[in-house]
Structure formats: structure tokens, C-alpha cells
């Protein structure tokens, strides 16, 4: 769970050392997942299943955008989420809690519409790595994207509030 902390830092500071020159921001962000079922099958320790729930929560991350061109920028974001996960199988059993985290580490495109020098849209699609770890751990390829607002507060800070998807496959 370290190493994987670790890795991100290392590569976010790789990149922000060798980008330098260019415009860098870097977001700190806390947002809710709402609870997720998904259809699936196989089993877990000698019980067979065909429905997995993830419970919702608070989920933490950060990332640091390059701008590359005005009001385009490349993206590299890490986030986690503490949670419990639940298995269903025939009938109406239920198997569960068991804890989980789950993390993802993105790297995308983002675009921004300047409304004022103060507010702007921004929209973006990325690509990346998600992964479970807790009672069980899997990896998978995911992909996502966001859209919402920025509101500048002053020339450094800046709050954005919007909607984002990160989704393995």
C-alpha cells in the first residue's frame, strides 16, 4: 500500500521536474462514491456468487495537471477509497462485509472553458490502473472522465466542484 503511494509521488515529481517551465497544478480532492452492484460470478472461499456490492463512501486523492497548450492540460491522478464490499449469491444470501480499498491512477486529457478570469468549465477522459486490495485483491485496466466547474479564488487557489466516473473494466 506504501509502494503504491510512494510510486505515484515518485512519478508525479519526475513529471514536475522535467515540466518545469510550463503552468503545473496541483489538486487535492475528498468526494462521495455512491454504492455501486455489479453482475459477476465465481466463488470465494467455497461459495459461489453472482452479485457484488461495493457500500459507498468518502474517497481521497490528488493530482497535478501540466498545461500543455492554453486551456489544455495533461493529468495524472491518484485516488483511494476505504470501503466494504458485500458478495450475493442463489437466493437472497449475503456474504460480507469484508474490507476493501480501492485505488486508481489515471492519466488523461483535460480541457478548460474560461466563462470570466474567474470562473471556467473544465471536462476531461483519462485512462489508467484500478485496483482492489483488502480481503481479496484484483487489478483491472479502467477509464474515466469528469466535467464541472472552477471558481478562482485567487491567482493560487481555487476551488473546483464537479462530477467525475472512474470505472474498471
Not at 486523492?61 to 489544455?72: A, L, T
Not at 478570469?117 to 477522459?125: A, N, Q
Request: glycine share 16%; charged share 15%.
Amino acid at each position: 500500500r506504501m509502494g503504491h503511494r510512494f510510486a505515484v509521488i515518485l512519478v508525479a515529481s519526475a513529471l514536475a521536474s522535467g515540466l518545469a517551465a510550463q503552468n503545473v497544478r496541483l489538486n487535492f480532492f475528498s468526494g462521495y462514491t455512491f454504492q455501486e452492484r455489479l453482475t459477476i460470478g465465481g466463488t470465494y472461499n467455497g461459495f459461489s456468487f453472482s452479485e457484488a456490492r461495493i457500500a459507498d463512501g468518502q474517497h481521497f486523492g490528488g493530482s497535478i495537471e501540466f498545461d500543455v497548450r492554453p486551456n489544455k492540460a495533461v493529468e495524472l491522478l491518484y485516488q483511494t477509497q476505504t470501503t466494504q464490499g458485500y458478495l450475493s449469491g442463489a437466493g437472497f444470501n449475503e456474504f460480507g462485509p469484508y474490507d476493501i480499498s480501492l485505488h486508481y491512477i489515471m492519466l488523461g486529457g483535460l480541457g478548460r472553458l474560461p466563462f470570466s478570469d474567474v470562473v471556467s468549465g473544465y471536462g476531461g477522459l483519462n485512462l489508467g490502473c484500478g485496483w482492489m486490495t483488502g480481503d481479496n485483491e484484483a487489478t483491472k485496466f479502467a477509464w474515466g472522465g469528469k466535467l464541472g466547474l472552477q471558481i478562482n479564488l485567487t491567482s493560487s487557489v481555487g476551488i473546483k466542484a464537479g462530477a467525475q466516473l472512474l470505472s474498471p473494466v
